[in-house]
């Protein structure tokens, strides 16, 4: 049996609704959730974004920023992901 890609995941909760965010540490993909349930399905995200888009633009506009100190862990989590990206690249020697 393949081993499953460990996920990060948040959810929080504004306004009444419920968003999440989860990320594949794999591929690095970021996958946002708006009225996210107990279990978000890799093909109901809202919006996708890598690494570079978040450290760039931030929270898409469609989903609810999280309380700062969620926020802050994503972006440093994402940070650290986005290190690791470059790192790899350099090694392989891609542009």
Not at 25 to 51: I, M, Y
């Amino acid at each position: 049996m393949p081993e499953r890609t460990k996920a990060l995941a948040w959810m929080w909760g504004a306004d009444g609704e419920v968003y999440g965010l989860s990320v594949d540490e794999e591929t690095h993909k970021l996958r946002w959730f708006a009225n996210a349930g107990c279990l978000c399905d890799w093909d109901d995200s809202e919006v996708d974004q890598t690494p570079a888009q978040f450290l760039e633009r931030g929270v898409p506009g469609q989903i609810a920023e999280p309380d700062l100190e969620t926020l802050n862990e994503i972006r440093r989590v994402i940070a650290a992901l986005a290190q690791a990206s470059r790192l790899v690249e350099k090694r392989s020697g891609a542009p």
